[in-house]
């Protein structure tokens, strides 16, 4: 089936369901360890905690199940002093896995939207 041209579907299974948003999630930090502009923010992190709370936040927003039980946005970034240049370039890893995974325009343009939302709870700097 072309889940792509199911509207009816929530974004969540057009993509894939949890496979999908695994892996995405998977290739977004293997991108962001490999920056070296962003790698430090990770160090000492619970990378395999962090991923499962990206993972359910990201099923949330795809309208998949609702299981995100990490912290709320900007607690979690508090104090991090994350510079606006800093969020767009996570925004754009993102993305960009996105993309590789060949994900719906529509629903990429509405992950970025909910980017452009929760940005004022991330960025400090
Ligand atoms: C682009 C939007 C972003 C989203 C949706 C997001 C989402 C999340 C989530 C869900 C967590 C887990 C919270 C928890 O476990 O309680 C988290 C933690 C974290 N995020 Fe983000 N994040 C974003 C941007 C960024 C940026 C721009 C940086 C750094 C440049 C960053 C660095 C971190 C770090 C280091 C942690 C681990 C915090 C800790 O373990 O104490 N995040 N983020």
């Known amino acids: 089936m072309n889940t792509a041209d199911a509207p009816s579907m929530s974004a969540y299974d057009r ?3 949890a496979p999908a948003v695994t892996e995405a999630v998977e290739r977004f ?3 962001l360890l490999a920056d070296d502009e962003l ?6 992190t619970d990378l395999p905690q962090l ?3 990206q993972v359910a936040l990201i099923s949330q927003v795809l309208d998949g199940p609702k299981a995100y039980g990490g912290r709320e946005l900007a607690e979690a970034h508090r104090g991090m002093d994350i510079s606006p240049g800093q969020y767009k370039a996570v925004g754009m890893h993102l993305t960009a896995v996105l993309e ?3 994900v719906p325009r529509d629903i990429i ?3 970025e939207q909910v980017l452009t939302v929760v940005a004022p709870d991330i960025i400090e700097a």
């Open 15 to 17: 993509i894939g369901g």
């Open 29 to 31: 930090y293997r991108r």
């Open 39 to 44: 790698s430090g923010f990770f160090t000492g």
């Open 51 to 53: 991923k499962r709370h």
């Open 100 to 102: 590789e995974l060949e």
């Open 109 to 111: 343009d509405s992950v």
